[in-house]
């Protein structure tokens, strides 16, 4: 049985979607831990992990994320952490969301999967980020030429890391998906779901701001909000990810705002659920989602699809996922065995 070390973090999507990989990959054939860095996961996303993964080991290193202030001191004491850790519990592959983790002094093979880059972020938002750039390039770049495979979650992603970082190897797109969705249903009068922070501009929610008096119902906000919200917004917190798939079973719209969600797990729970979809137009969105979703670009077209959502039928509940976790999970079987294929006992490199 080989042993696969995810290194991830609890305070972006990547959490909850290694706990999705790490519960779709066959329990026959590898034995999973996820040690998180940064912020320790909340209750929320530790019942998630137990929901999807049950088997998997969680195993908390502190830290600092490549995103923070001040940071690059304390990833390599990070780093010198994350060895002592292999050395103890020898895994066969090393499997990073962190991008510049990768670059360590342990000779089994290494994954990265781009779940978030700082650098492609900056130039959607046009916002700066509290951290040195420059020293992020050169500390992600150093990461990914490390690696044994670098995975994007979209084509758009893997084109942006290979501009960005100039990789020698074209990145792997493999697309992550979702469970199918329980039958459990949250009926609180919601004619809609949104998934994003007020206080964001990122995640565009003042587009639904601005209209939201004359909507149709009211919708439910999932994230950070303030105290006072527009008439027809409802604050809903940050529900486990059970929660929130019954959340959006209860409602008919989710509307996915965001011009940057490079994993979008929310997406795909909404649609595995049935709900129509409503995105901001973006090149992921586009990818993942065409044919899927209605797209928006500003409050008028959003309030029209929302209208013309609110008068349709819900559609029925697919019997799959437009992107299932089987599939995330079996192309990452395929990596992780040819990867591993004939390799010996991994250890710290001499």
């Known amino acids: 049985m080989k042993r696969i070390l995810f290194v991830t973090d609890a305070r972006s999507t990547a959490f909850p979607a290694m706990s999705l990989l790490a519960g779709a990959l066959p329990l026959e054939r590898y034995r999973t831990t996820i040690a998180v860095v940064g912020p320790s996961p909340g209750h929320a996303l530790r019942d998630d992990l137990a929901h999807a993964a049950p088997h998997a080991t969680l195993t908390l290193l502190d830290g600092a994320l490549e995103t923070d202030e001040g940071c690059w001191d304390k990833i390599d004491e990070l780093r010198g952490k994350l060895i002592l850790f292999c050395e103890r519990s020898r895994p066969d592959l090393i499997h990073t969301t962190q991008l510049s983790l990768a670059r360590l002094p342990w000779e089994g093979p290494r994954v990265v999967t781009a779940t978030h880059d700082l650098l492609t972020w900056t130039r959607i938002t046009n916002r700066t980020p509290g951290v040195d750039l420059t020293r992020y390039r050169a500390e992600v770049k150093s990461g990914l030429e490390a690696a044994s495979v670098v995975v994007a979650p979209s084509a758009f992603v893997a ?6 970082y100039g990789l020698a190897d074209a990145a792997r797109v493999v697309r992550h998906g979702t469970v199918p969705a329980p039958r459990a ?8 779901i949104a998934c994003g922070d007020m206080d964001a501009p990122e995640d565009r929610l003042d587009l639904l701001s601005a209209v939201a008096g004359r909507l149709p119902g009211k919708i439910g906000i999932v994230g950070s909000t303030p105290r006072t919200l527009p008439a027809g917004l409802v604050a809903l917190g940050k529900p486990s990810g059970k929660d929130l798939f019954a959340l959006m079973s209860g409602a008919k719209i989710y509307l996915g705002l965001s011009r940057y969600d490079p994993v979008g797990l929310e997406v795909a729970a909404a649609q595995a659920v049935g709900a129509r979809l409503i995105l901001l137009d973006t090149p992921i969105h586009r990818e993942l989602w065409s044919g899927a979703a209605e797209l928006v670009h500003d409050p008028e077209s959003l309030a029209n699809a929302i209208r013309r959502a609110a008068a349709a ?11 299932p976790i089987t599939t995330t999970a079996a192309a990452y079987v395929r990596l992780y065995e040819e990867l591993l294929g004939g390799a010996e006992e991994p250890g710290l490199a001499a």
Do not use: I, T
């Open 313 to 323: 039928p819900r559609p029925p509940r697919p019997a799959f996922p437009r992107h």
């Open 159 to 164: 084109r942006e890391l290979e501009r960005n």
């Open 185 to 192: 249903v949250a009926e609180r009068g919601l004619l809609g």
